[in-house]
């Protein structure tokens, strides 16, 4: 096991990730801008550095101030969580020829998985179903012609980067030209890559997501699934496992494709495979996110793997000590992301000046806030994620309504509100509900 790892992101990702090496005897090197002198996850590390000013191109995407960092602190490995540098290949490569180890896969499976059209061809090779859609798109003429080929409603999406950027929605032949280039323009503004596909707009949908976890010597399991389909501009709000919407049949061969696709890359880490379902049991491969999930907790609910500690064993070399026939699933899961913004959807910073955090059994409150903590207006607007699991789903739905009434969290304005609003909707209890639950709760698009 590492001796000493940089934890190269901010937030709660950073205090999950030192909170885990703490657990391990693990020293942590902690790195942060200006605007989080103050901040927690640079207080409970062991040692902590300021990289650069608050904008997170001078700071947490500052590739060379975080190895510089990183060399000088005789870390010998770069945990990047999520978001940041936590999906670039050139980072990874850069960490890899400076002999520190980045917590992730190769760069080379990285830049395979992340650009998209690469990994459905990857995916399609490996025998796992691909949602149907074209190759990498030259221009506006030929997306004209894929559009045609395809049939509407269709997606044009980046093939790089995430968090629901570079996607456009097109329901006839006269929107084509101006959603590839508006997504394109999104896209290389976004990710410095302006390269789009097209997929077919799969309408009702699930968004199913499975976690899997691989050694270095090709042993790989998956860790159950998350249903994912509470969304707001293709953003995860809500997240649970098991998904009330997968059947054991499908959801058994969900998850042996996923392991198969794994496998097929040479996969090391913990990744998660995501899929578009209907309701008649088919799914089909979107994409693979090659990272910790922001959601990972409610899968940790409910197999008692802390992928964290995982994460970091396989990438120091260690095998992993139990498969697939091992892995249980207990009870039910939620996760509540808890963002800073109005009832109107606007983003909100300042002081946090109280905070309540919920407590009883099975309760967790992944978070960087305390009394007087700073909320600064530069980056991902995420303050925290509350995550409760039970033996059933609808005493999961209870138990989460309760744990949202007890968060108090002034200062700053927060969605509670949205996310009770959500767990009182009959779609949403029924476990019946698709990526389209948003727009009837709100008419959001």
């Known amino acids: 096991m590492f001796e000493k790892i940089l934890v190269a992101n901010r937030g709660e990702v950073a205090v999950r990730v030192i909170r885990a090496c703490k657990e391990m005897g693990v020293k942590t090197v902690a790195v942060y801008s200006t605007a989080d002198a103050g901040a927690f996850h640079a207080q409970i590390a062991d040692e902590a550095y300021c990289i650069g000013g608050p904008r997170p191109q001078e700071s947490y995407?500052?590739?060379?101030?975080?190895?510089?960092?990183?060399l000088e602190s005789g870390a010998t490995a770069i945990h990047p969580g999520y978001g940041f540098l936590s999906e670039s290949a050139p980072f990874a490569r850069e960490c890899r020829d400076c002999g520190i180890v980045f917590v992730g896969p190769s760069p080379e499976v990285i830049e395979r998985m992340?650009?998209?059209?690469?990994?459905?061809?990857?995916?399609?090779?490996?025998?796992?179903?691909?949602?149907e859609g074209s190759d990498l798109l030259r221009d506006e003429a030929d997306a004209q012609e894929q559009a045609r080929r395809i049939g509407f409603p269709l997606l044009v999406k980046a093939r790089a980067g995430g968090g629901g950027r570079g996607i456009r929605k097109v329901t006839g032949p006269e929107g084509v030209a101006s959603a590839f280039l508006a997504?394109?323009?999104?896209?290389?503004?976004a990710f410095g890559d302006g390269g789009c596909y097209m997929e077919r707009f799969i309408h009702p949908a699930h968004h199913v997501?499975?976690?899997?976890?691989?050694?270095?010597?090709?042993?790989?399991?998956?860790?159950?699934?998350?249903?994912?389909?509470?969304q707001r501009h293709n953003q995860k709000l809500l997240e649970e496992s098991p998904s009330p919407s997968v059947t054991p049949e499908v959801r058994e061969r969900m998850h042996a494709a996923a392991r198969d696709l794994a496998r097929?890359?040479?996969?090391?880490g913990v990744g998660t495979i995501e899929y578009l379902c209907s309701d008649d049991g088919t799914f089909a491969f979107m994409e693979m996110n090659t990272r910790l999930q922001v959601e990972h907790p409610v899968t940790?609910?409910?197999?008692?793997?802390?992928?964290?500690?995982?994460?970091?064993?396989v990438a120091s070399g260690v095998e992993l000590p139990f498969s697939q026939d091992d892995v249980r699933v207990d009870g039910h899961a939620i996760e509540c992301r808890i963002n800073a913004e109005t009832p109107e959807f606007l983003p909100s910073c300042g002081t946090v000046s109280m905070l309540h955090v919920p407590g009883g059994?099975?309760?967790?409150?992944?978070?960087?806030?305390?009394?007087?903590?700073?909320?600064?207006?530069?980056?991902?607007?995420?303050?925290?994620?509350?995550?409760?699991?039970?033996?059933?789903?609808?005493?999961?739905?209870?138990?989460?309504?309760?744990?949202?009434?007890?968060?108090?969290i002034e200062g700053v304005a927060e969605n509670s509100e949205l996310q009770l609003d959500i767990l009182s909707n009959p779609e949403f209890?029924?476990?019946?509900?698709?990526?389209?639950?948003?727009?009837h709760l709100y008419g959001d698009e």
Not at 61 to 70: E, H, M, P, S
Not at 114 to 131: I, N, S, Y
Not at 183 to 189: L, N
């Open 209 to 230: 997501e499975v976690q899997v976890l691989a050694d270095a010597r090709g042993n790989v399991v998956s860790l159950g699934e998350r249903e994912c389909s509470v």
């Open 114 to 131: 992340g650009d998209k059209d690469e990994a459905r061809r990857t995916a399609r090779a490996a025998g796992v179903p691909v949602v």
């Open 429 to 439: 209890v029924s476990g019946v509900y698709h990526t389209d639950l948003m727009e």
């Open 183 to 189: 997504a394109s323009s999104e896209a290389q503004a």
């Open 61 to 70: 995407l500052n590739a060379d101030a975080i190895l510089t960092v990183a």
């Open 300 to 313: 940790e609910m409910v197999t008692g793997v802390d992928l964290v500690k995982w994460q970091l064993r």
């Open 264 to 268: 097929a890359v040479g996969y090391v």
């Open 361 to 408: 059994p099975w309760v967790r409150f992944d978070t960087a806030l305390f009394q007087g903590a700073s909320v600064p207006p530069y980056y991902d607007s995420m303050l925290g994620k509350l995550v409760i699991s039970s033996p059933s789903r609808e005493e999961a739905i209870r138990k989460m309504r309760s744990a949202l009434g007890e968060l108090v």
